[in-house]
C-alpha cells in the first residue's frame, strides 16, 4: 500500500501487540494516529499517539482516511462496517473478509520500497518472499538511486522519453562498475534490473 498519509487521520481499533506492530510503519510516514480500544498495551502506550480508551464507536472514524482493524472479529466487522458506509479503507488484520486493504511484507531500503502481496491469504509466505529479494538487492542501492535521481532531473531538462529513459539508466548503473554497456557480463544485467525500473518508473 502506497499512501500519502503525512498529517492525515488513521484509526487504530485495537490495543494488542498486533495493533501496536502497525504504529511505527504508520508514523514514519507522518500519520496522525488516534488508537482506540479498552486497554492498551504498554508498546502502544509509549509510543506517542493519540488514545482513547474505550470501545470502537462508528464517531471514531469521523474525519479517518484510513483504518487499521486489529479488534477481535465481531470488532472488525462493526469497524469495517462503518468504514464502508464512509467510503474509508480498512487493513483488517489477519481478517481477509474484514479487510479492503491488504498489506504485504515491505522491504525498505535506501528509498527504495518494494511491496509483496498475498492478497491476506499467506501472511507468512509475504514474509519469506520479503527476506528473500531483500537477499538478493545490490548492496549498493543507495548508490543506484543517487545516479536515477541525478538522471531523472537531466532528463527533465532534455526532455528525453519515457522509452528511451531505461537503457540510459542501465548504462549508468554499469558504468557505476566500470562497465559502459548492458552486456550479459556487466553487473548490472537488463533482466535484472527491469522490475526495479518498472517500479521508479
Given amino acids: 500500500m502506497y499512501l500519502k498519509l503525512d498529517g492525515r487521520r488513521v484509526v487504530v481499533v485495537g490495543g494488542g501487540p498486533v495493533a501496536a506492530s502497525k504504529l511505527a ?9 488516534v488508537v482506540v480500544a479498552p486497554e492498551v498495551c504498554a508498546d502502544i502506550r ?48 489477519d481478517d481477509p473478509p474484514n479487510a479492503t486493504v491488504y498489506l504485504g511484507g515491505v522491504v525498505r531500503r535506501a528509498g527504495v520500497t518494494v511491496g509483496i502481496s498475498t492478497d491476506g491469504a499467506a501472511p507468512a509466505l509475504a514474509g519469506l518472499l520479503r527476506e528473500a529479494i531483500d537477499a538478493m538487492l545490490p548492496r549498493d542501492l543507495e548508490a543506484w538511486m543517487l545516479r536515477a535521481h541525478e538522471l531523472r532531473r537531466e532528463w527533465r531538462q532534455r526532455q528525453v522519453p519515457m522509452p528511451d529513459r531505461r537503457p540510459e539508466l542501465l548504462d549508468a548503473l554499469n558504468a557505476l562498475y566500470g562497465h559502459h554497456s548492458a552486456a550479459a557480463d556487466s553487473p548490472v544485467a537488463a533482466d535484472n534490473v527491469e522490475p526495479a525500473l518498472e517500479l521508479v518508473k
Fill in 25 to 33: 510503519a504508520l508514523q514514519a510516514v507522518g500519520a496522525e494516529i
Fill in 46 to 93: 509509549g509510543a506517542g499517539v493519540a488514545i482513547v480508551e474505550r470501545g470502537f464507536e462508528p464517531r471514531d472514524l469521523e474525519g479517518a482516511w484510513f483504518v487499521v482493524a486489529a479488534a477481535p472479529p465481531e470488532v472488525n466487522r462493526h469497524v469495517a462496517a462503518e468504514a464502508e458506509r464512509r467510503h474509508v479503507f480498512v487493513n483488517a488484520v
